[in-house]
């Protein structure tokens, strides 16, 4: 099966990839990612653990990994509308909490409206111009404040 897209081609800024290494245990962290994200305007609708399903489920002994859905639900509306509704499959915004070893947390994002461009949802290119750099601003503000902490 081919892609539509080289993956190899893909660089990190196509996406938004954001990462930040704090120093401090992982509950901790989630609590500070929590806290940074809700304060820079985003709602936590959804949140989960992979790793304790996991390791639950499947015996994976898998390192504390913890999922943040961040919304905004203004720029999350104006999506829906630039996508014909379709930016919908990628709801809602990840960011992701993972132990590199003991005291030490990966918090990493990606911007789900740049994915929506490099997959051509966007029905509206100006409105998304605007949504991908306001939200930008939003996800710059954010891991600049974790790592001013």
């Excluded at 992982?26 to 929590?34: D, P, Q």
Aim: aromatic share 6%; hydrophobic share 40%.
């Amino acid at each position: 099966m081919s892609l539509p897209i080289d993956p190899g081609a893909v660089r990190s800024g196509d996406v938004g990839e954001q990462r930040a290494t704090l120093e401090m245990d992982h509950e901790t962290a989630v609590e500070h990612v929590r806290e940074v994200f809700t304060d820079h305007g985003f709602g936590i609708p959804v949140e989960f653990s992979p790793s304790e399903l996991l390791n639950e489920k499947v015996d994976a002994d898998r390192d504390p990994y913890y999922v943040l859905g961040a919304c905004n639900p203004a720029m999350a509306d104006r999506a829906l509308d630039a996508t014909d509704g379709r930016i919908g499959a990628l709801f809602p915004c990840n960011v992701v909490v993972w132990q590199e070893e003991p005291g030490v947390q990966t918090v990493y994002h990606v911007s789900i409206m740049r994915i929506a461009r490099l997959l051509g949802l966007d029905a509206e290119r100006e409105e998304m111009d605007a949504i991908v750099a306001e939200t930008g601003e939003m996800v710059d503000a954010a891991y600049a404040a974790l790592d001013s902490t």
